[in-house]
């Protein structure tokens, strides 16, 4: 899907909603259980039941690669079923020597067909081009994330900067707002609408709503652009909205709730849609 397409769905669906499909076997209803693959069935109940409200969703591979072979089954079983249309996220935050990172693009990009693949920049330029290479492809580039440990390195000064400047201004020159997006955290408030500044025209990925405790509000009053330029991940905060035999009902709703507000956003912002 190229930017003008998500750009257009953004409008469509009055949307910037990312469901995250981080499926753990553990906290699923247990009447799933029974099913031959019980991940797929609970992701094809959430993906029929939330996808006129969304305009992406995120897999998220660790909750499959548990799994072995069965997870990588339940995964390619899942990206299928999402509906053409809508943009799929690889969240495998991978990255290595530009030899090795063009195998896990394949993988995700030709093997699954996925729109997009997190990537880790720690290893740099060459182990990044190679997911820039593939056309109508995004990579979606870790830039200030939502964990406690991003104080770790990337609020660490580096040079006259902190380094996630450092990576997203360096990162800005191997791609274009039309195949880079970057990962910025919801929690980050304080540097939401600074790395916006930064970054005027790439989307930005924006997970930590919801359970981890970021607003939908402060990030879309800081950080949307002429284009929206944000996708806003919930992952539990919807999938788990409900535990019982209406589960789905329950992540429904959740689900509309966070697209009726950013209908609002959409509105209240000077937005070129
Ligand atoms: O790349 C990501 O998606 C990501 C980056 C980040 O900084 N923080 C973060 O939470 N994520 C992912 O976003 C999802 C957040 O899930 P919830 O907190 O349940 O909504 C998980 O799949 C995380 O792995």
């Not at 935050?93 to 990172?101: A, E, H, L, P, V």
């Not at 390195?153 to 274009?176: N, P, R, S, Y």
Request: with cysteine.
């Amino acid at each position: 899907m190229n930017r003008q397409e998500l750009v257009n769905l953004i409008k469509e669906k009055q949307s910037y909603l990312c469901v995250g499909l981080d499926t753990d076997m553990q906290k699923i209803p247990k009447h799933l259980l029974s099913h031959a693959d019980p991940v797929f069935a609970f992701n094809k109940a959430i993906i029929d039941a939330t996808k006129d409200l969304c305009v992406a969703y995120k897999i998220n591979t660790a909750f499959y690669e548990c799994m072995g072979i069965r997870g990588w089954e339940s995964l390619q079983r899942t990206v299928e079923y999402i509906p053409s249309g809508i943009f799929t996220i690889a969240d495998a935050k991978r990255g290595d020597i530009g030899n090795t990172s063009t195998q896990y693009a394949k993988t995700f990009f030709d093997t699954y067909k996925f729109d997009s693949v997190t990537v880790a920049p720690y290893m740099g330029k060459d182990s990044v081009l190679p997911f820039l290479q593939f056309p109508e492809k995004w990579t979606i580039l870790l830039g200030l994330t939502s964990n406690e440990g991003s104080q770790d390195f990337q609020l660490q000064q580096a040079g006259d900067e902190l380094l996630f400047e450092k990576v997203i201004k360096t990162a800005m020159e191997w791609g274009t707002p039309d195949n880079l997006m970057f990962v910025v955290g919801a929690t980050q408030s304080a540097q939401l609408g600074y790395i916006r500044k930064m970054a005027p025209d790439n989307f930005f990925l924006v997970p930590g709503v919801g359970a981890q405790g970021g607003s939908l509000q402060e990030i879309s009053t800081q950080a949307m652009n002429k284009d929206c330029g944000l996708l806003v991940n919930v992952s539990r905060g919807i999938i788990y909205a409900g535990n019982g035999e209406d589960f789905a009902t329950d992540a429904r709703n959740a689900a509309l709730q966070y697209q009726q507000e950013m209908a609002t956003y959409l509105n209240q912002t000077t937005v070129s849609l």
